[in-house]
Nanobody, 126 residues
Framework: VQLQASGGGLVQAGGSLTLSCADSGRTVSTYVMGWFRQAPGKEREFVAAISWSGGATWYADSVKGRFTISGDKAKNLVLLQMNSLKSDDTAIYYC????????????????????WGQGTQVTVSS
């Protein structure tokens, strides 16, 4: 699994961006894919995740109602549609994936994911 994130950029507050994360390797199947973000001086935090089994999605409270995660299991492709962006959303966004079929269910914890993309910068100007 080789994750490549893209779609970041500079946007005004209230605007929208869509992040994309593709697996260029596609040698194994993934079971959960997610997005995390890290703002300057802060720890990396959970944003959203999707399970390919049943399509369950989860969101951090801070983005619920504004962000939507979706994707294509066959392509190991995950998207993050971000609307109503705020300055607090400014961060480097990382996609992540796990290929463990019996994953621990802790979708919000970084150790759940063994594969990570390189990150894409999102800057929201106020």
């Amino acid at each position: 699994v080789q994750l490549q994130a893209s779609g970041g950029g500079l946007v005004q507050a209230g605007g929208s961006l869509t992040l994309s994360c593709a697996d260029s390797g596609r040698t194994v199947s993934t079971y959960v894919m997610g997005w995390f973000r890290q703002a300057p001086g802060k720890e990396r935090e959970f944003v959203a995740a999707i399970s390919w089994s049943g399509g369950a999605t989860w969101y951090a409270d801070s983005v619920k109602g504004r962000f939507t995660i979706s994707g294509d299991k066959a392509k190991n492709l995950v998207l993050l549609q971000m609307n109503s962006l705020k300055s607090d959303d400014t961060a480097i966004y990382y996609c992540a994936a796990t290929s463990r079929p019996y994953w621990n269910g802790l979708y919000y914890r970084r150790p759940t994911y063994e594969y990570w993309g390189q990150g894409t910068q999102v800057t929201v100007s106020s």
